[in-house]
């Protein structure tokens, strides 16, 4: 089973600076993976897939990059309806589908 | 619009049995594998059963294998999990969810609790 390993666990950043957001894999996952964002009381949305490709309807101030282990979620102009949790999830070697444990993006 | 709708939920005592069951709609069911994922309170997600879209191919994770299962009807655009020996550790909120894979769409999640 491939460990994925999010950090760091919580990240507090000032409405619109940079957040950058850091995910490594036990194994390499190409470019499998994919950033969910959770926003408090409701269900995870689809962010990035691929590593790279933002999902419809997401604004462009979400990106994604990395392959192989190590992988990086950045928020180039926080916005304070960006506070979520956010998990990467990796959909190389499944199953099972695994989870990073999140990181929390807290509004400074 | 794609939508996923979660129920049967509730609480259940540990040893007991609990369905779920998810409606799809806006897109072509029988196309898509299907998920079951959830979330302890306060908790990550953690990934639990898989569907392929003809239903013929099922995984499960180690922690629910025996004691779950997964089904689908695609004529009622439906998907279930029937959960036995239900454990106080399986209290979580379940979300539907398609792909596989990737998964892209979520429902909203139906809480189920396991105490005495």
């Known amino acids: 089973e491939i460990v994925m390993t999010q950090s760091p666990a919580t990240l507090s950043v000032s409405p619109g600076e940079r957040a950058t957001l850091s995910c490594r894999a036990s194994q390499s996952v190409n470019s499998n993976l994919a950033w969910y964002q959770q926003k408090p009381g409701q269900a995870p949305r689809l962010l990035i897939y691929g590593a790279s490709t933002r999902a419809t309807g997401i604004p462009a101030r979400f990106s994604g990059s990395g392959s192989g282990t190590e992988f990086t979620l950045t928020i180039s102009s926080l916005q304070s309806e960006d506070l979520a949790v956010y998990y990467c999830?990796?959909?190389?070697?499944?199953?099972?589908?695994?989870f990073g444990g999140g990181t929390k993006v807290e509004i400074k | 619009e794609v939508q996923l709708v979660e129920s049967g939920g509730g609480l259940v005592q540990p040893g007991g049995s609990l369905r779920l069951s998810c409606l799809a709609s806006?897109?072509?069911?029988?196309?898509?594998?299907m998920n079951w994922v959830r979330q302890a309170p306060g908790l990550g997600l953690e990934w639990v059963s898989h569907i392929s879209g003809s239903g013929s191919t099922k995984y499960y994770a180690d922690s629910v294998k025996g004691r779950f299962t997964i089904a689908r009807d695609n004529a009622e655009n439906s998907l279930y999990l029937q959960m036995k020996y239900l454990r106080a550790e399986d209290t979580a909120v379940y979300y539907c969810?398609?792909?596989?894979?990737?998964?892209?769409?979520w429902g909203q999640g139906t809480l189920v609790t396991v105490s005495s």
């Open positions: 969810a398609r792909g596989g894979p990737r998964i892209d769409y």
């Open positions: 999830q990796q959909y190389n070697n499944w199953p099972p589908f695994t």
């Open positions: 806006g897109f072509t069911f029988s196309s898509y594998g």
